[in-house]
T-cell receptor
Framework: SQTIHQWPATLVQPVGSPLSLECTVE??????LYWYRQAAGRGLQLLFY??????ISSEVPQNLSASRPQDRQFILSSKKLLLSDSGFYLC???????????FGPGTRLTVL | DQQVKQNSPSLSVQEGRISILNCDYT??????FLWYKKYPAEGPTFLIS?????DKNEDGRFTVFLNKSAKHLSLHIVPSQPGDSAVYFC???????????????FGKGTLLTVNP
């Protein structure tokens, strides 16, 4: 069966510090991968998606970037965090050609 | 521009009764719709989906209805159980090309509380 991992589970970072969140998927090959953010009291906002290694599409221009160095690894980064980057970050995967996405446990990021 | 709207932020029902969660969309190019359930501090869990070629899909206690002409879908939970208490998100996809066709646009969610 397929599983998706995210780490860390929680993170508290000062403004201006860098960020690296990692997501890995097990039990499947060549998945589509997605990064979402849920701000307090808001819905899920798609940040990036990837249909293959090195292929990244950005949905919202902002202080973040994404990379996919391996087939089942998706990384969300920032060089300098802003207060507005605080939120709950979710990674998701889907089978190529399928609409259903399956989410990881999430990372709670607090920028102080 | 909010393309998927869940106009009720919260809903409270009694255990054993029916829960009806509603969702409206504006983009007529959407052709696939999904419902997710989310507990606090966890990732959303996929519940049920429906293609625009259907108007109903059932899975156990969960049924999703789609009214394309009204651009409206609803999730029915019968009977409701206390463990169903969570935030429910409606999502839609379609209208793009290549990988963008599989992106999900989410509503803001409805908090369902099922009282014992």
């Amino acid at each position: 069966s397929q599983t998706i991992h995210q780490w860390p589970a929680t993170l508290v970072q000062p403004v201006g510090s860098p960020l690296s969140l990692e997501c890995t998927v097990e039990g499947t090959s060549n998945p589509n991968l997605y990064w979402y953010r849920q701000a307090a009291g808001r819905g899920l906002q798609l940040l990036f998606y990837s249909v293959g290694i090195g292929q990244i599409s950005s949905e919202v221009p902002q202080n973040l970037s994404a990379s996919r160095p391996q087939d089942r690894q998706f990384i969300l980064s920032s060089k300098k965090l802003l207060l507005s980057d605080s939120g709950f970050y979710l990674c998701a995967w889907s089978v190529q050609g399928w609409r259903e996405q399956f989410f990881g446990p999430g990372t709670r990021l607090t920028v102080l | 521009d909010q393309q998927v709207k869940q106009n009720s932020p919260s809903l409270s029902v009694q255990e054993g009764r029916i829960s009806i969660l509603n969702c409206d969309y504006t983009n007529s190019m959407f052709d696939y719709f999904l419902w997710y359930k989310k507990y606090p501090a966890e990732g959303p869990t996929f519940l049920i989906s429906i293609s625009s070629i259907k108007d109903k899909n059932e899975d156990g206690r969960f049924t999703v209805f789609l009214n394309k002409s009204a651009k409206h879908l609803s999730l029915h939970i019968v009977p409701s159980q206390p463990g169903d208490s969570a935030v429910y998100f409606c999502a839609a996809s379609g209208g793009g090309s290549g990988g963008s066709n599989y992106k999900l646009t989410f509503g803001k969610g409805t908090l369902l509380t099922v009282n014992p």
